[in-house]
Nanobody, 123 residues
Framework: QVQLVESGGGLVQAGGSLRLSCAAS????????MGWFRQAPGKEREFVGT????????RYADSVKGRFTTSRDNAKNTVYLQMNSLKPEDTAVYYC????????????????WGQGTQVTVSS
């Protein structure tokens, strides 16, 4: 079992930055891949990025590449999503999730989810 708690969402103007945190607990976290997803009203949940706990390897959606960066602090069992140059279309509820498989971009590949945190970008 893996438990995830996100924090750090809020309201920001376009062009601004936010950093989301995802505190994880559970056994053998080092074997998991952590994913970030987002869901805007009326839209499907979409992949944002992912990071391997063990190697730090990352992968991003094209829509955020170059603007968002995910990282992890193994000592704190926390992963982060640094979001820069935010756009109004980035407005969504952001979720972190955990999977035992690397490279999955579909929500179905992640059995463990946090509660989500709202990010709103004003124009």
């Amino acid at each position: 079992q893996v438990q995830l708690v996100e924090s750090g969402g809020g309201l920001v103007q376009a062009g601004g930055s936010l950093r989301l945190s995802c505190a994880a607990s559970g056994r053998t976290l080092s074997t998991y891949t952590m994913g970030w997803f987002r869901q805007a009203p009326g839209k499907e949940r979409e992949f944002v990025g992912t990071i391997s706990w063990s190697s730090g390897r990352t992968r991003y959606a094209d829509s955020v590449k170059g603007r968002f960066t995910t990282s992890r602090d193994n000592a704190k069992n926390t992963v982060y999503l640094q979001m820069n140059s935010l756009k109004p279309e980035d407005t969504a509820v952001y979720y972190c999730a955990a999977s035992s498989l690397w490279g999955r971009v579909d929500p179905a590949g992640y059995p463990y989810w946090g509660q989500g945190t709202q990010v709103t970008v004003s124009s």
